[in-house]
């Protein structure tokens, strides 16, 4: 399963350092639902977006990637992250509990 990492390693050098894009995404929910397998096999790790230092998010999940020799990172949609990962679906609605 995918491991949560501490909000303050999702830095704003790596979000510059890729996106989706390097892995064949370009259109968003329709292609992570197409490539989801490689988005979570690239995926090291994720975090609450709303918690970030660096660009945070409102229902969103910040996912760390580890692809082409080097690591970054981008926010999924709530809805994109539960393509890749329906087993965390409980996880993320505790976290909506929990910042109300």
Known sequence: MLRRI????????????GSLTELGIKQREWSIQLRSREVKEMAVGFTEANKLHVRPK???VA???????KHFWTHLT???FLIC???????LQNTKKLSI
């Open 63 to 69: 996912v760390m990637f580890f692809y082409d020799d």
């Open 6 to 17: 501490p909000a303050v390693q999702f830095t704003y050098q790596l979000w510059r350092a």
């Open 58 to 60: 409102d229902n969103c």
């Open 78 to 80: 709530n809805k994109e």
């Open 85 to 91: 990962y329906p087993e965390l679906e409980k996880y």
